[in-house]
């Protein structure tokens, strides 16, 4: 639980780590982030500093205050999942966000039948003019961080992503999972 006038920070421990933010209010859990009325509101791809990210039924949940990394950060893909895993033949039960979420909200008593689609921070994956998207590593350094004002009481899960597979010969993670701190003031 993050109560409304908190600041909420997510810090890449050692750098080049993308973290999935899973936003929900905490009043009612079928209020969550929506990334599409996000982009809808602020009309662009990602909030700039002191833009908010929306829930799907256009309350301001965050407000991005501080960012100390180079700024890379994606709204557009789902949660890394088990399936994804199986597609790159790396295991039937590879760790993956997804399942980190459900295994956290049912830690916190909550039966979620659904995922909201998360903000994955530090992740490095631009589109392109033609559409394409450039995988790269992420660029955020150790210590690096992003803050966000909390604009109502939130329920909020993070995971720190464990892919470890390339895409076009990139590591994501730069071929490691590390640690994320979630700080909360
Ligand atoms: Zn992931």
């Known amino acids: 639980m993050v ?11 050692e750098g080049c780590q993308i973290g999935d933010l899973f936003v929900l209010a905490a009043s009612d859990l079928d209020e969550r ?4 009325v996000t982009r809808l509101i602020n009309f662009t791809p990602f909030p700039h500093l002191g833009e908010s990210f929306y829930s799907n039924r256009r309350r301001s949940l965050l407000t991005l205050l501080e960012d100390t990394s180079p700024g890379l950060h994606d709204m557009t893909f789902a949660p890394c999942d088990a399936e994804l895993y199986r ?6 039960e590879h760790p993956n966000c997804r399942d980190n979420y459900f295994r956290a909200m049912a830690a916190l008593g909550v039966a979620a039948h659904s995922h909201p689609d998360p903000i994955n921070v530090f992740q ?5 003019l033609n559409g394409s998207y450039t995988i790269g590593a992420a660029l955020s350094r150790p210590g690096d961080y992003i803050a966000l004002r909390a604009n109502i009481d939130l329920i909020i899960a993070l995971t720190a992503c464990s892919v470890d597979i390339p895409f076009e010969g990139i590591q994501p993670n730069g071929g490691r999972s590390t640690s994320l701190r979630l700080e909360i003031s």
């Open 124 to 128: 490095n994956t631009p589109v392109n």
């Open 3 to 13: 109560p409304v006038g908190s600041t909420l920070k997510v810090v890449d421990v």
């Open 33 to 36: 982030l929506s990334p599409g």
């Open 87 to 92: 597609t790159f033949n790396a295991g039937d």
